[in-house]
């Protein structure tokens, strides 16, 4: 009898051991412990359960994401409103883009699930796909220029600007999707001018805005209405995953009858992501070699977008909301959480790799950025990224073997998974 307590008591003990090495990883952990023991865990969120969580950080992100946007257009309203608008006026404008970009890049790995980011027959914004209203790139920047110094047109009148989205006339290099004129990369071009430095980006100073400049104060009204409309339509977004309201998006993607088609549109989305934006079109300039195929080639923060972009899938990823690493704002059951230990295969690492490449370090841009470090850690890119795109830089390397990484072998395992529990992500 004393020998068969003995073993139960052993079994107990085991058990409850290995529940605690688990437990004490939470959701999103790297299952250190079940990797050691070579186990399986099963799901531990069912799919209502993870697609409440993604309702709930999609509306956490795109709150935060208005918000700092909104704080952007404050400052800019203020700006507007003085004719010698001093360089320490510009340069708070270009830290609280720099700001509202990064919260704005968390959202990203919402797009492609059929939601209100860029599916018009859900959500349009003054009649458009909002993405592109908010993000569309690459611009021809003297589109910009020429909108503005047309005296004939209405800078302060946003119907005035969104009638030109698109016209080839105003533009020099004949292409009409690159006649861009509203959104994150406009504002960026304003406050930093163009970049055709190699050491740094684009030297915009206050004298470009100010009344006595010819065109000043035009420059400053188109600023202002661009970058209100920017804080409009993030609230539209916003409100189709609000929980409370009713008859938006977030109704039908939790609807009961829509489980597998809303889980399903995630991992296509998410999928599509990683290969066609984050690890694909972001990355040509690795192939190109040019400075203008950087994403934000005025600013010179583009290692800021591939960060942030594999942060925003990690929050999908992982249930976790977090903007400056190692910090969670708040956690629950992510993309993860219902699928096995083994079905999940090395997706977290390998996006945190992708993510952790990426050291922001420039301070003559991105000091204010939440992720600002002087230190960065060995084997990540601490060069700029419109220096790296070139085979003759040193660290060139580190940008082709991380668009291996993410269009190629985490988008292998990402479709891998999704098929483990009965769902195909198309190229």
Not at 188 to 214: C, I, N, P, V
Not at 219 to 243: C, E, M, N, S
């Amino acid at each position: 009898m004393r020998n068969i307590q003995t073993k139960i008591f052993s079994i107990l003990f085991s058990v409850t051991l290995f529940g605690s090495l688990i437990s004490c990883g939470g959701p999103g952990s790297d299952n250190s412990a079940a990797a050691l023991l070579g186990l399986d865990i099963p799901a531990s969120a069912t799919k209502p359960q993870f697609l409440n969580r993604y309702a709930e950080l999609a509306f956490e992100s795109y709150t935060q994401a208005e918000l700092d946007a909104s704080n952007l257009a404050a400052a800019v309203t203020t700006f507007d409103s003085t004719g010698t608008p001093s360089d320490a006026n510009l340069t708070n404008l270009k830290n609280l883009w720099v700001k509202a970009r990064a919260s704005y890049l968390i959202t990203e790995g919402f797009r492609f699930s059929n939601g209100p980011i860029d599916n018009d027959t859900v959500l349009a914004c003054d009649t458009s796909e909002c993405e592109g209203l908010l993000n569309a790139w690459p611009l021809d920047e003297d589109a910009v220029d020429n909108y503005i110094n047309n005296g004939s047109n209405s800078v302060t009148n946003f119907s005035s600007i969104y009638d030109k989205i698109g016209d080839p006339t105003i533009g020099t290099e004949g292409d009409a999707d690159k006649i861009v004129l509203t959104g994150y990369h406009p504002i960026e071009y304003l406050l930093w001018g163009k970049d055709t430095s190699d050491t740094g980006a684009g030297d915009r100073d206050s004298s470009y805005f100010a009344d006595a400049t010819t065109n000043g104060a035009r420059r400053r009204h188109y600023l202002k209405t661009i970058t209100d409309r920017l804080v409009v339509h993030l609230g539209l977004i916003k409100a189709q995953w609000d929980p409370s309201q009713t008859g938006n998006f977030r109704e039908t993607f939790l609807d009961s009858a829509n489980v597998n088609t809303s889980v399903g549109s995630i991992f296509q989305g998410l999928g599509s992501f990683m290969a066609g934006e984050w690890g694909g079109e972001r990355l040509t300039g690795v192939i190109g070699e040019t400075q203008e195929e950087e994403h934000s080639c005025f600013s010179d923060t583009t290692k800021a977008d591939f960060y942030y972009d594999a942060q925003g899938v990690l929050n999908i990823w992982t249930g976790n909301y977090s903007i400056q690493k190692g910090v969670n704002i708040s956690t629950g059951p992510g993309l993860s959480a219902i699928l096995s230990f083994k079905q999940q295969g090395s997706i977290q690492s390998e996006i945190e790799s992708s993510r952790n490449l990426f050291c922001i370090n420039l301070s003559d841009t991105e000091s204010q950025d939440p992720n600002y470090t002087t230190s960065c850690p060995a084997g990540s890119l601490t060069h700029r990224f419109d220096q790296a795109i070139s085979s003759a830089d040193s660290q060139h390397g580190l940008l082709v073997n991380v668009q291996r990484l993410i269009g190629s072998t985490l988008n292998r395992d990402f479709v891998a998974a999704a098929a483990a529990i009965g769902f195909s992500v198309a190229p």
